[in-house]
């Protein structure tokens, strides 16, 4: 019911920065917990950060705390990623997902097919 649609991937040095979009459609994600995850070449799905419906409590991955932040306009049914330092180790198929529950609760309902990030030194 709800398709999730991201954007902002591309190819940016070490050091760069880059700001991903998850565009959401078919329903209103204003109140369901948004996050990211991310997926590098022979490696599992790892989260990467987390927001609440209404962008009061956001939870990061040790990994990219103070590098990247999440945020969220629901005027526009979007979610972004701000990613700064962008770091070799970073590289992966970013994938935004969504869940009718509570930050701290449940499993993620809605997957997107995720935009890739390349990091070059």
């Known amino acids: 019911q709800v398709q999730l649609v991201e954007s902002g991937g591309g190819s940016v040095q070490a050091g760069g920065s880059l700001r991903l979009s998850c565009a959401a459609s078919?329903?209103?994600?204003?109140?369901?917990?948004m996050g990211w995850f991310r997926q590098g070449p022979g490696k599992e799905r790892e989260f990467v950060a987390a927001?609440?419906?209404?962008?009061?409590?956001?939870i990061y991955a040790d990994s990219v705390k103070g590098r990247f932040t999440i945020s969220r306009d629901n005027a526009k049914n979007t979610v972004y990623l701000q990613m700064n330092s962008l770091k070799p180790e970073d590289a992966a198929v970013y994938i935004c997902?969504?869940?009718?529950?509570?930050?701290?609760?449940?499993?993620?309902?809605?997957w997107g097919q995720g935009t890739r990030v390349t990091v070059a030194s």
């Open positions: 927001i609440s419906g209404n962008g009061s409590i956001r």
């Open positions: 078919g329903r209103t994600v204003s109140t369901y917990t």
């Open positions: 997902a969504a869940k009718e529950v509570g930050i701290y609760s449940g499993r993620y309902d809605y």
